[in-house]
């Protein structure tokens, strides 16, 4: 039996390539519903509005977070008969044309949640400024020195979920921050439950329009977030 696949996408301020992307993951020759979750500050009209069968559009209003989002889309899509979810960037920065490959990979292995990882050996990062690149290899080996759960990366959001992973997380998932911490807290909660994690290789672009979320004050809470999940993670097995 084929499975059912959803992709979460969030967005925020990404009028200059949402629209492009749905049209993308349109032309992929698989069966598949795409649930936007958007906290843009006004209506994307065109996406409200949107007659595309397989396509739900969810506003929340105001910016609530990345990782706050992703869960309030799982749980949405939780609800459906979905065996197979995946999130992804609105920003191009993970290639919707990975997506069938990444898919069937996670098929074959069983996998329970699959991280498309910037640090394998054959991955690529392309056009990233040296200070976030520099950024993202200090919060990744903190995190693995921190939690422990061996995966390279830690912070990038092309994965893709089992059902009993989804559970997990929506249930007990966003308790310690918002923002790429979300992403850290996941990865912990599902390594403590011993379901099956993976990572594959991917190509990691840079965006080449709109602007990113990422600020200081992001920054300075996924690290706080970080440190809670360190003080907490023996704590979670119990829960």
């Known amino acids: 039996m084929k499975k059912k696949i959803v992709i979460i996408i969030p967005t925020y301020k990404e009028e200059e390539n949402i629209f492009q992307l749905i ?86 292995n069983s996998i329970d949640l699959l991280v498309a990882s910037r640090y394998k050996k054959n991955s690529i990062i392309k056009n990233w400024p040296l200070q976030r690149t520099i950024l993202s290899r200090m919060s990744n080996f903190l995190a693995r020195s921190l939690l422990g759960v061996p995966v390279t990366d830690y912070t990038n959001g092309f994965r893709f979920y089992s059902k009993r992973s989804v559970k997990i997380i929506i249930t007990k998932c966003g308790k310690i921050g918002d923002g790429f911490i979300i992403l850290s807290e996941i990865l912990l909660r599902i390594f403590q439950m011993k379901y099956k994690i993976m990572e594959t290789n991917t190509i990691f672009v840079d965006r080449k329009r709109g602007e990113s979320s990422v600020s200081l004050s992001l920054i300075f809470n996924s690290l706080l977030g970080l440190f809670k999940l360190y003080i907490n993670k023996n704590q979670f097995k119990k829960l």
């Open 23 to 108: 049209r993308k993951i349109d032309k992929l020759k698989f069966k598949k519903d795409v649930i936007i979750v958007d906290d843009s500050p006004k209506i994307l009209e065109n996406l409200k509005n949107s007659k595309r069968k397989n396509f739900t559009y969810l506003y929340r209003g105001k910016k609530l977070g990345r990782g706050s989002a992703v869960i309030y889309g799982l749980k949405y899509a939780f609800k459906k008969n979905y065996n197979l979810f995946i999130e992804m960037d609105a920003d191009f920065s993970h290639n919707p044309n990975e997506l069938m490959s990444k898919i069937k990979f996670f098929n074959k």
